[in-house]
T-cell receptor, first 108, second 111 residues
Framework: RKEVEQDPGPFNVPEGATVAFNCTYSNSASQSFFWYRQDCRKEPKLLMSVYSSGNEDGRFTAQLNRASQYISLLIRDSKLSDSATYLCVVNRDDKIIFGKGTRLHILP | NAGVTQTPKFRILKIGQSMTLQCTQDMNHNYMYWYRQDPGMGLKLIYYSVGAGITDKGEVPNGYNVSRSTTEDFPLRLELAAPSQTSVYFC??????????FGPGTRLTVL
């Protein structure tokens, strides 16, 4: 089993809709969690850190469920500019593990 | 702050040639990383460093070497380039357990 797993998608979602994706991690000792966004042929950029209490940044909400070992990302009122690959990142003992990403296409 | 800078942006090598990909960060981060990303695929860790003078292998180190003589710089050396090393190379830096900041990448083609 991979240490970090994501549905590769693609998720094809109409503009304005709400979309959610999850990421599961296998090691319960994982300590910090992040969502990154990567546009085609560009470097990954931090979207948001994920905290146990959940956190929100505008249209984006991230949640962590330690008991079930997954993190989630919710995007509300999706925009065309949200089209990208979303990478789940887990940090354990200073080892950073990237998921392979979920591709999101927002349709006009 | 410039963040993480990488040079060159693009390079074409012939099989068997060598080159060094440069990476510099100005955020005083202890940790630095080199990844490669093949088209349509995820990031693969080549080497990483937790501080000056300390380096360690990642998932795909064969064919590469690194050094870390200063906090700021983490060059990646390719010896005897092969077509399988055609990829986009990203350098990143972070504080321990913190978010990673990535450079813009080097697009390398080996013919």
């Amino acid at each position: 089993r991979k240490e970090v797993e994501q549905d590769p998608g693609p998720f094809n979602v109409p503009e304005g809709a709400t979309v959610a994706f999850n990421c599961t991690y296998s090691n319960s000792a994982s300590q910090s969690f992040f969502w990154y966004r990567q546009d085609c042929r560009k470097e990954p950029k931090l979207l948001m850190s994920v905290y146990s209490s959940g956190n929100e940044d505008g249209r984006f909400t991230a949640q962590l469920n330690r008991a079930s070992q997954y993190i989630s990302l919710l995007i509300r009122d999706s925009k065309l500019s949200d089209s990208a690959t979303y990478l789940c990142v887990v940090n354990r003992d200073d080892k950073i593990i990237f998921g392979k990403g979920t591709r999101l296409h927002i349709l006009p | 702050n410039a963040g993480v800078t990488q040079t060159p942006k693009f390079r074409i090598l012939k099989i068997g040639q060598s080159m060094t990909l440069q990476c510099t960060q100005d955020m005083n981060h202890n940790y630095m990383y080199w990844y490669r990303q093949d088209p349509g695929m995820g990031l693969k860790l080549i080497y990483y460093s937790v501080g000056a003078g300390i380096t360690d292998k990642g998932e795909v180190p064969n064919g590469y070497n690194v050094s870390r003589s200063t906090t700021e710089d983490f060059p990646l050396r390719l010896e005897l380039a092969a077509p399988s090393q055609t990829s986009v190379y990203f350098c990143a830096s972070s504080y321990p357990r913190g978010e990673q900041f990535f450079g813009p990448g080097t697009r390398l083609t080996v013919l």
